[in-house]
């Protein structure tokens, strides 16, 4: 058996049919240099969709492979529930320096969606603690996404074939999707309107990344803010895809004038290297959990593998590494550049719809109403061509690392273009 009939005969894919997954031509990875992917067969491919938007400076960096070989020879792991790393101190300490977030206390876990199913407990258990009743909903966007599990599926808006599982969603109080012109104004205006019954508000600060990045006017943030701040209704920031320079500064809600509450990080934080994620809560928020030893004050929510050592320690070096390299000016400098040549090459093909573009969050949205699968098709006709690519529905997205050469956009511009020569 080759690689990939190995892979369908023991291997289940998320968001993929098994049925076909061999026909869609998949990338059977054995290693990484840079930001090329290197195949079981030694074909190279530029990392376009930065591993699902994780990796940040490309793969084996040097300073952080060094980071992970050193923790190795301390420790793996040891449990957080009750006890200390002293890596993990570190690195808590070093975020709560750069996040928006008042005297920071950090939660980890491992996962996006569990970052942000320990922000909707947290949130709510606040409103115990503090006494207050009927504090029992969320309200979120329409074309919202915050993860697959059952909580961050509720707070989504839905699609992707989660219809299903709506009789499993507990109910939220569904503001505009960022398409909506003045969405940020309404949610602004439902905060007021039902804020007695709000634990917290979940945005996406910025840009909808799954909903084939949306973005909604860096302006329009600041009232939703106030509007939060003003009736004491909570503000979670998922940051899982905007953190960690993603969008032009370290964090969204920077640009955004935002200062959340509970802030949820994920993806980028080890630099696309190791599973973590965490859980930003402010003083406010945490000074409500203080109170006497085993009483209901406490959070009784933890994950055996939230704070593992190794992610600690390549985290660190990761946001020691984005300090000190001109990333962000790079992210900007190379978002600009992507931005004329989606224009010039792009823009002139029939069946392009919309051009989206924040930081090195980008999206080329299709008319795909008589070829559904076009975008798809696409996507295959560019990795056939040595960039790997990856579409969301009618959507191409284009999420190269964030240290991504000018000679690489031009790359990935060219062969999008050279793509849809072939499919449009
Ligand atoms: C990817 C994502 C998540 C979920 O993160 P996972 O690590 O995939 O569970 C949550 N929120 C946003 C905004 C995301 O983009």
């Known amino acids: 058996m080759n690689w990939l009939e190995r892979d369908a005969a023991s291997v289940w894919h998320g968001f993929t049919q098994m049925d076909c997954y061999g026909a869609n031509s998949p990338v ?12 079981v067969e030694g074909r190279r491919y530029l990392d376009a969709i930065s591993s699902l938007w994780v990796t940040t400076l490309g793969h084996r960096v040097p300073e952080l492979d060094q980071a992970l070989r050193e923790q190795l020879d301390r420790v793996a792991h040891s ?13 808590a300490e070093a975020l709560a320096r750069v996040v928006p977030v008042d005297r920071a206390h950090t939660l980890f876990a491992s996962d996006g969606a569990a970052a942000v199913e320990q922000a909707l407990k947290i949130a709510f258990q606040y409103w115990t603690n503090k006494g207050e009743q009927g504090r029992t909903t969320y309200l979120a966007f329409g074309d919202g996404y915050h993860g697959d599990t059952i909580g961050s599926l509720s707070l989504g808006g839905g699609g992707f074939g989660t219809q299903i599982f709506d009789p499993l969603r507990f109910p939220v109080l569904r503001a505009p999707a ?14 007021r309107e039902h804020h007695r019954k709000l634990a917290a508000v979940v945005v996406e600060p910025l840009v909808q990344g799954a909903a084939g990045m949306s973005i909604a006017p860096a302006g329009d943030f600041a009232e939703l803010g106030k509007a939060c701040h003003e009736t004491g209704v909570l503000l979670i920031c998922d940051e899982v895809a905007t953190g960690f320079g993603r969008t032009g500064t370290l964090f969204a809600s920077e640009q955004c004038g935002l200062r959340p509450d509970l802030m949820c990080l994920g993806k980028g934080i080890t630099g696309g290297y190791l599973p973590m994620s965490a859980t930003v809560a402010s003083q406010r928020v945490f000074a409500a959990f203080l109170g006497p030893d085993l009483s209901e004050k406490t959070l009784y929510h933890g994950h055996s593998y939230g704070g593992n050592a190794l992610a600690a320690a390549v985290a660190l070096k990761h946001l020691q590494l984005i300090a000190s390299l001109p990333v962000l000016d790079n992210v900007r400098e190379r978002s600009a550049q992507l931005r004329a040549g989606l224009e010039t090459r792009i823009r002139p093909f029939k069946r392009v719809k919309h051009i989206r573009l924040q930081g090195l969050m980008g999206a080329v949205e299709l008319d795909t109403s008589d070829d559904p699968k076009l975008a798809r098709r696409t996507c295959t006709a560019m990795v056939k061509r040595g960039v790997l690519s990856r579409s969301m529905g009618p959507v191409i997205t284009i999420v190269p690392p964030l240290t991504i050469t000018a000679a690489e956009i031009e790359r990935i511009v060219e062969t999008l273009a050279a793509a849809l020569e072939e499919t449009a």
């Open 178 to 191: 960022f398409t909506e012109p003045g969405a940020l104004h309404t949610a602004a205006q439902m905060v």
């Open 79 to 91: 449990t957080m529930l009750g006890n200390g790393n002293r890596i993990v101190i570190e690195f």
């Open 28 to 39: 059977i990875v054995e290693r990484a240099e840079g930001r090329e992917l290197i195949d």
